[in-house]
């Protein structure tokens, strides 16, 4: 598809600026609506500051998703024919609303406990048919390569037991890894039990072919924060150009917007004296829900924001990492897939709440989202963050021989 070349003024490379600028997006399933809401409210201040055609990508240096956040990240930074984002954060609320009730189809009837445990036993709880053809048709073709920010997705590779993680740098340096984002669409979100794993393969120019063997990249890095911290600095310390001259592990440089899903810690839903008697079928079902995936996709999670909150700490970076999770999730709205009216409609109130909630840290003893102590609410913190976002990029312009040339142009 051929791109008409766009008037927006992109982002310049970090070497220009003094801030490495990281935006992350958890998998949770349905529960993806939650952080759409942040993102949209995220994007619209940047649109107050810069204008309305200011888009998420044109900030962040890399934007990481996993499972349903890998499935966001590639909606925020695909592009269009015009070569701009092929979804406004706006976009994607609606996107979840209008889809996940055909990609996750209810059972009904008083056999439907029944029914969904023989199913889980036999293969998993949903085909994958429709979220396949939704992603290809919005998706298309297109590429890692073309996205307009830097992208790092995790996944599962079964066959080999171990993370595969696409990446903008790593695509430079191979081109089997420079695949379709639908493809790791597809399999960054095959949730075990829950959707089929996803098997492509992919060819370089001189005939090498790779297989692909993947599973949700959740079992890997449900909170993929970490995973694209580790990318940059990769780059950094084979040199990079576009990160001289930063070292590796200058943390007080990176600027971290990380997204949760919710959590249903809140609710205390699982205890030892249950667990005990379970056998492999309770782990894969009990009460409508998955135990097993449950336990290791939060904690994933949690680990990388206890680590990265305890870092950015002792470096006094603090106010630098913003994490906005809801960890009072109870009941249905927890479910990863129970895609009703009625629950989407009180996931749309969950990432509203939790937009007028107070910042909230991670307590190292306990686990528990704590309020901060100096009372800034999620909206006060993204308002800041915002003004940072659109402060670093025109800092870069001005910087850059070809952001000042830009700049001339467009005047």
């Known amino acids: 598809m051929e791109r008409t070349p766009s008037s927006v003024l992109q982002i310049q490379p970090p070497t220009f600026g003094n801030l490495i600028t990281v935006l ?18 995220l994007e619209s201040q940047l649109q107050e500051l810069d204008g309305e055609d200011a888009r998420l990508a044109d900030y962040f240096d890399v934007i990481a998703g996993t499972s349903t956040g ?13 070569n701009r984002p092929l979804f406004t954060a706006k976009d994607i609320k609606a996107f979840y609303v209008q889809h996940s009730p055909k990609i996750f189809p209810q059972k009904r009837g008083m056999f439907k406990t029944i029914r969904s445990t023989l199913k889980a036993i036999c293969g998993p709880k949903y085909d994958g048919r429709y979220l396949h053809k939704l992603i290809k048709e919005k998706l298309g073709d297109a590429r890692v390569h073309e996205t307009l920010s830097n992208i790092v997705i995790p996944t599962f590779d079964i066959k080999c037991l171990q993370p595969t993680i696409f990446s903008s740098y790593e695509a430079k340096k191979s081109a089997c890894l420079d695949v379709k984002l639908s493809d790791i669409c597809i399999g960054t979100s095959a949730a075990p039990s829950y959707l089929p794993a996803h098997y492509f393969k992919s060819q370089d120019s001189r005939g090498n072919v790779k297989e692909f063997h993947l599973i949700d990249g959740g079992v890997a890095a449900n909170n993929p ?37 919710g959590s249903p810690k809140a609710e205390e839903k699982y205890s030892a004296y249950k667990a005990a008697k379970w056998g492999v079928l309770s782990w894969l079902t009990f009460n409508g829900s998955t135990p097993l995936v449950d336990v290791f996709t939060h904690a994933s999670a949690d680990m990388v924001d206890l680590h990265l909150s305890v870092v950015f700490q002792a470096l006094h ?39 007028r909630k107070p910042v909230s840290r991670v307590n190292s003893s306990t686990g528990i989202l704590e309020p901060s102590p100096n009372q800034e609410t999620n909206e006060d913190a993204l308002r800041r963050f915002a003004k940072l976002l659109s402060q670093e990029k025109w800092l870069r312009l001005s910087r850059s021989p070809h952001g000042r040339a830009a700049l001339l142009n467009k005047k």
């Open 225 to 261: 924060t970490l995973v694209a911290i580790g990318e940059v600095t990769k780059e950094i310390i084979k040199g990079s150009s576009d990160f001289f001259p930063i070292k590796p592990m200058d943390y007080g440089r990176f600027l971290v917007i990380s997204l949760g899903t």
């Open 70 to 82: 890998g499935l966001i990240t590639s909606m925020l930074t695909a592009p269009n024919q015009q």
């Open 317 to 355: 970076s603090q106010d630098n990492y913003l994490r906005i999770q809801d960890d009072t999730l109870n009941g249905v709205v927890s479910s990863v897939d129970t895609a009703t009216k009625n629950n989407l409609d009180d996931l749309l109130k969950v990432g509203e709440g939790l937009l």
């Open 24 to 41: 992350s997006i958890d998998g949770g399933g349905i529960r993806g609506i939650i952080p759409s809401i942040v993102l949209a409210y």
